[in-house]
């Protein structure tokens, strides 16, 4: 639902510095669009007499720098000052995204569907028992201070 | 995105029709600015919606994320349960040593 925010190698090699900061912009576009409810409920779909609207969690990271210098050499003969200056900026960002229910309006009323992520849930069962069996072990061992 | 470094707001969504119900979708976004750099996190999640039948009658709907609750619960349950057998062993341990 959110996954417009992935650069193409194109647009990557920029070469002036005017396609830079419109990239930037329009990135920064595209990362405000997150906060829009059209990114969190998707396209709905009609099924026969009913209609679906999946809804997903969506979190985005972004962040981005640019910096620049000058410089300048020794004087010349001929009275001449060279110089010189660079720049360059980066930036990265994620994007991820989790359904989280759907909703469903058909003949017989609407109602909001849950959607479940079974290994979500087992990797954080299995996080939390390890976590208490680590704190349990600690516990028990001989000459602790606690 | 506005001054603040911080910001949640609830986004109302435009309706959907399904046969005589309007579905009006509501989102929460909270919005997280760094201080001194460039960027941003956003969080953006589904948080209710409205359904409205022809007759006028609205009904509020939540969108329940069950899979954070229940992480949400198993890490807070661990948390308490660690909390209750320190508590507990060093209950013991006091009496041990009288």
């Known amino acids: ?146 | 995105m506005p001054g603040s470094f911080f910001e949640l707001e609830n986004r109302v969504g435009a309706p959907v029709v399904a046969g005589e119900t309007r579905i009006i979708p509501i989102s929460r976004a909270l919005i997280l600015k760094f201080p001194g750099l460039r960027g941003g996190i956003i969080w953006n999640r589904p948080v209710s919606i409205v359904a409205q039948t022809a007759d006028g009658q609205e009904q509020v709907l939540p969108v329940r994320d069950v899979t954070r609750q229940v992480q949400l619960a198993l890490y807070g349950g661990a948390l308490l349960g660690t909390l209750l057998m320190w508590l507990a062993s060093r209950q013991l341990d006091k009496r041990r040593k009288r």
């Open chain 1, 1 to 146: 639902m959110a996954d417009e925010l992935s650069l193409t190698p194109e647009s990557a090699a920029i070469e002036n510095p005017a396609q830079a900061v419109e990239a930037v912009q329009e990135t920064l576009e595209l990362f405000l669009e997150t906060a829009n409810v059209d990114r969190v409920y998707g396209e709905p779909i009609q099924h026969g007499d009913t209609l679906i609207i999946p809804s997903a969690e969506v979190l985005v990271g972004l962040g981005f720098g640019m910096g620049y210098g000058f410089g300048q050499g020794e004087k010349e003969e001929s009275g001449s000052t060279p110089g010189g200056g660079g720049g360059g900026g980066g930036g990265g960002g994620r994007v991820l995204s989790r359904p989280v229910a759907v909703i469903v309006a058909s003949p017989e009323g609407v109602r909001v569907q849950e959607v479940v992520d079974p290994t979500k849930i087992a990797l954080a069962a299995l996080t939390a028992a390890g976590f208490m069996i680590g704190m349990m072990m600690r516990m028990m061992r001989p000459g602790r201070d606690t």
